[in-house]
């Protein structure tokens, strides 16, 4: 007697609860013991013979994934919470194979499969002690929060996945590893050597052999070779070295010397050092054109143009220096992108022949010279009192020395007309005046007559 009504307790205590069949017999107190027993027999659904005793899908997920793995205990999570985590990934992932596909439940189980890997990934690596700022090798590596961005590890080759793993970004030459690669960097950081030697590989493509490099990566030195073996040796376009698979992605990018040669734009593989030292260097103006290659103005309509167009903004800056209006308009800041326009017209950065090639740096350039003359020539009062008139001929509107059909006196700064100034094949008028004025001071005075 007394072993059966515990047996019955038991069997209450333990009766699934999701079971709809429920009898009456629960919501009475003091029933006996023979209702126990006939309520909890017909509470037990009767399985047919040969099943196995959880064949429901539904029960399945309920025993699988009804427990709460994502409740933090209190204090350290120790090892068998691990184990529960990748027991409940297993079964998470058998219920999934056997629901029916693209049914919704089924959707709902692949959600509770990447929250429970989710989970897991943060008690194997845990990301609270991971500090913001790393520096390492002249990197300045900065923690990235951004989950959605799918990036690749520079060290490892492999996929960062921003939703489960900590990554780093250096703030310099933007090298991206995983937070488990930091300590096993060895590239110092490129910015280093952009700051230390701005100046670019003139040569096209110097290859020296493999041979003069011992059959070794130039960057960290792993045994290559031609025929792949152990590794595959690759070729960078820009340095001209050979490097392995890990050190070359077979990354695009244009060659300045082909350009600043050549006038060629198509983007050759370059290792992963050289293409960062070119996206650092993209914009540094630190080309001479004019002595590395004079020729490429006779041949290239475009680099004329932009010349001429940059010798203008030079003689239109002294006007905004001296204007109030146009320092409180910060006209010179429409060309705060290319700073060296307003310095010298000889400098070039590699982004200025691209944007020349294609055509953008022309007409960009164009419109900045219709603003400025707009200023000079017609808004402004103080700037047009500034202007010239020819003294050759004395006729004609005022005069600047931007102006197409004028010509500049080299020595004293006079603007004339171009066919006046020609045309008399004299020297300037006010060239002459302060050579006869120069003269007449330092003549030396003549005999006193009444002495």
Request: glycine share 4%; with cysteine; hydrophobic share 35%.
């Amino acid at each position: 007697m007394e072993h059966d009504e515990k047996l019955a307790r038991f069997r209450q205590v333990h009766l699934n609860p999701f079971n709809k069949q429920l009898g009456p017999w629960q919501h009475e107190q003091g029933a006996g013991k023979e209702a126990l027993e006939v309520a909890s027999e017909e509470a037990l659904p009767e399985l047919p013979p040969g099943e196995p005793e959880f064949r429901c899908p539904e029960r399945v997920m309920d025993l699988g994934l009804s427990e709460d793995h994502f409740a933090r205990p209190v204090g350290l999570f120790l090892a068998s919470d691990i184990q529960q985590l990748r027991q409940a990934i297993q079964e998470c992932k058998q219920v999934i194979l056997e629901l029916p596909e693209h049914s919704e439940k089924q959707k709902d189980a692949v959600v509770r499969l990447i929250h429970l890997r989710l989970k897991l990934q943060e008690l194997k690596d845990p990301n609270e002690d991971e500090p913001n700022i790393r520096v390492l090798l002249e990197h300045r590596f900065y923690k990235e929060k951004s989950k959605s961005v799918k990036q690749t590890c520079d060290k490892c080759r492999t996929v960062i996945w921003g939703l489960i793993q900590t990554w780093y970004t250096c703030t310099g030459c933007y090298y991206r590893c995983h937070s488990k690669c930091l300590n096993l960097i060895s590239k110092p950081c490129v910015r280093s050597k952009v700051s230390h030697q701005a100046e670019y590989e003139l040569n096209i493509c110097p290859e020296a052999g493999l041979d003069s490099q011992d059959y070794r990566c130039a960057e960290c030195r792993a045994p290559i070779s031609l025929r792949g073996v152990p590794s595959e040796a690759r070729q960078c376009d820009y340095t001209g070295q050979y490097y392995c698979s890990h050190c070359h992605w077979n990354d695009l990018a244009v060659i300045p010397a082909r350009v600043v040669h050549n006038w060629d734009f198509e983007p050759r593989k370059v290792s992963r050092g050289s293409m960062r030292y070119l996206a650092l260097m993209v914009s540094r103006p630190v080309l001479r054109l004019r002595e590395i290659n004079p020729l490429l103005f006779n041949y290239v309509e475009e680099l004329v143009e932009i010349r001429k167009l940059r010798q203008d903004i030079l003689l239109m800056k002294p006007y905004f220096i001296t204007c109030r209006e146009a320092m409180a308009a910060r006209l010179l800041l429409q060309l705060q992108d290319r700073q060296h326009f307003v310095e010298n017209d000889e400098m070039y950065s590699v982004q200025d022949l691209l944007d020349a090639h294609t055509g953008r740096l022309g007409c960009s350039l164009a419109e900045t010279h219709t603003l400025f003359a707009k200023h000079i020539k017609l808004d402004c009062e103080r700037c047009q009192a500034k202007g010239f008139v020819c003294e050759l001929c004395r006729e004609g509107d005022v005069l600047f020395p931007f102006d197409s059909h004028t010509s500049v006196c080299a020595d004293c700064s006079a603007v004339f007309h171009r066919d006046c100034y020609y045309d008399n094949s004299t020297t300037c008028p006010r060239c002459a005046r302060l050579t006869l004025r120069k003269q007449s001071l330092f003549q030396e005075p003549g005999p006193d007559v009444d002495a």
